[in-house]
C-alpha cells in the first residue's frame, strides 16, 4: 500500500499582452498557482500492483486573456476566401 502527493508550485507572472495580436498593450497578472497529483497505489501480489490517481486533482486553471473584439479585424478576415470558390467563377 502506499500513497504520492505531488505539488507543482508556478509562480506568479508579469506582463504586457494584446487581446488581438494588435491594439494597445493591457497589463495582465496570473497569480502563483499549486498543481496537487495524487496517487493510491495497493500490492495485490509482490510483482503485482493496482494503482489509481489522477493529475491537477482541484482542476486549477490559468486566467484567461480578455478578447477585445476588432471591427478592422473582422472586416479584413472576410475578405478572404480560403479554398472556397463560387462555381459561376471556376474556369472550364
Known sequence: MGCTVR???YGP???Y???NSGGELIPFDQ???????????YNITEQ?????G????????PDTIPFAPSYLHRKRHH????????RSQQRI
Request: overall charge negative; hydrophobic content about 35%; glycine content about 10%.
Open 48 to 52: 503485482l500492483q493496482f494503482a489509481v
Open 79 to 86: 475578405q478572404y476566401h480560403i479554398g472556397l470558390r463560387d
Open 54 to 61: 489522477g493529475n491537477n486533482v482541484f482542476n486549477i486553471q
Open 31 to 41: 497569480a502563483g498557482v499549486g498543481l496537487t497529483d495524487l496517487e493510491v497505489r
Open 17 to 19: 499582452t494584446s487581446p
Open 7 to 9: 505539488e507543482t508550485y
Open 13 to 15: 507572472q508579469h506582463s
